[in-house]
């Protein structure tokens, strides 16, 4: 076993940037995506990055689709809307009216989405017999290696989450035991911005290490 | 909103190195952990990596509780054993033999554990309406963020999930709406493998893009 080492030590300066990478990471939205496309090297950059990411039993359990056509991206949006409209109404008052004003999604202005879905196996699969949902975990950390790398490449990227996964899945032709994760708007953007789009809003405020660390046990 | 702006682009270089850091990233386990404790500053910089992940509506659904007691740690082996031993009964012959080589969870060697929870909310959560599963998802996206950190700080990580949540709960006394997503296990390493263990033991392939990119939609 020893023949595979990677004995690859990162600098102080590396650890920076990956953190530097991280915090600049963003949700983009609709109002920031410019038209241009995304050239193909940089589409399977963005993919190659959600391969590099650890799964359950090795088992590798994603699928992705690469969506430029627009009857399909309009027919994703219309599922978009019924969910947005239901999605208000569970808001009270102020807290309706702000979510009234949010642009929460970019189907139709990015120029790429990418349906993420989960392919479950027919056999047993190594660290999943007690946790069932890890394959789905898996196909999540493909996804922030993707947002990360897209970051990277100075591409935005947008997770709509405010979808009825079985209409996309309708859209898409997708197979019956396929499962959506995620759906994701890309493009190049006039800007990132500095903070979450709900921070800066004050829908919600940034928890500190502080309030969310116990040390051995609940007490 | 445009005084929020981030124009931080990255350079070729820098996204070789990220690239770099997302495929040096590996799973460890018992057999590579040094006894060497993790300092306090490196402990809480894995996870600040967390804390800068996207969660769903902002909600920043995560607790992570620190895990150094020796006790804490035997009760949540003792899990992993009992349900160790139910997992590999799935597999069949030649398979389960190869199962039962392989050292899968580093509870004991690695000097720290980390436990991270999903603690759901009271209220709805924007963008959480339609796919309930998405505060889950955010969780494990802070989970990937402090791999990609604890590999940048040459810290080894391994996540378990060969065990019974409700079970670690209960030695953590996790409050009751409390949902384990990913139990770590993270150390100072003899070596990180160049390749994912279980394809160096060929227990599974690497998938290629081109067999798991679709255009459009599926046929």
Redesign the interface.
Known sequence: ??E???????SEQ??A???????????VRGNRFLPKPLEKETI??I???G????S?????P????????VH?KTAIKASFEE?NQ??AA??KDQKQQA?QQ?K?EGIEEAPLNIAVFYTPKNE?V??????P??G??SV??A???M???A????VGLG?V?????NKVKK?????ENHEL??YLCLGYTD??????E???KK??T??E?EE????????
């Open positions: 076993m020893k595979f080492k990677n004995d690859r030590l990162f590396e650890q940037l990956l953190e530097e990478i991280l915090t600049s990471r963003r949700d399977d950059r993919i190659r990055a391969l590099s990411a650890p359950v039993g090795f088992s590798q994603w699928e992705f689709v690469v969506i430029q056509d399909v969910e239901k999605g569970e808001f979510y949010l929460l047993p190594l660290g999943q017999t007690s946790m949902d890890m789905r975990f999540v950390c996804i922030q290696n947002w990360l790398m970051r990277s490449l100075n997770w989450s405010i979808l009825d996964p859209v898409l032709k997708a197979p994760i995620g800007l990132f911005y500095s903070k979450p709900l921070e800066i829908w919600d940034k928890k290490l969310v660390v116990i040390y051995n046990q609940y007490s």
